[in-house]
């Protein structure tokens, strides 16, 4: 297993780390929650670059880090709404889209077919990062942001679906 990889493994470690800390009584639980969200952040941002910059791209880790990301988000999305710090509706669109996104992506996976992640679906996932930071320190104006993140996920689902239609098109012609 490459560095890349044990990056976004860690993020993944990152979730539990995350609940416990952000539900604790602990005096600034929003803050120590934060700075290991801010931590799982950082590893979504070295994975990337040292796959890239080292070519350890990996079948695993193209698969890897966007579940990583979608369990992270899934994860602190729900905590968030058991804080009421997001509505109902959003959390149920943002489970949805990712439970689907995850669900998909095994199954194009096991047919050995895999979608890369493309610029609008990292603006998305940036943009909830930020949207996240700001609500886990409970500054309310900070929905809007999460709302256009969502926007933005919705949008790069769209362009996957697309890519998909595309890429599974072609096949078919050769």
Do not use: H
Request: charged content about 15%.
């Amino acid at each position: 297993m490459n560095t890349a990889n044990k990056l976004t493994i860690l993020r993944i470690i990152f979730i539990p780390i995350f609940i416990y800390i952000f539900f604790s009584p602990y005096s600034y639980s929003n803050i120590i929650s934060l700075i290991v969200y801010i931590l799982a952040g950082v590893t979504d941002f070295l994975d990337g670059f040292i796959a890239r910059k080292y070519n350890m791209k990996t079948k695993v880790g193209t698969v890897l880090d966007p579940l990583a990301d979608k369990l992270m988000l899934i994860s602190v999305i729900i905590s968030l709404s058991i804080k009421n710090l997001v509505p109902i509706w959003v959390f149920l669109m943002i489970i949805s889209k990712e439970l689907l996104m995850i669900i998909l992506g095994i199954l194009l996976y096991n047919k050995n077919f895999i979608i890369p992640s493309n610029i609008i679906g990292k603006l998305s996932t940036t943009i909830f990062y930020i949207s996240i930071c700001l609500l886990i320190l409970n500054i309310r104006w900070a929905i809007v942001i999460l709302y256009i993140g969502l926007g933005l996920s919705l949008l790069a689902f769209v362009t996957y679906l697309l890519a998909y239609n595309r890429i599974s098109k072609n096949k078919k012609d050769l």
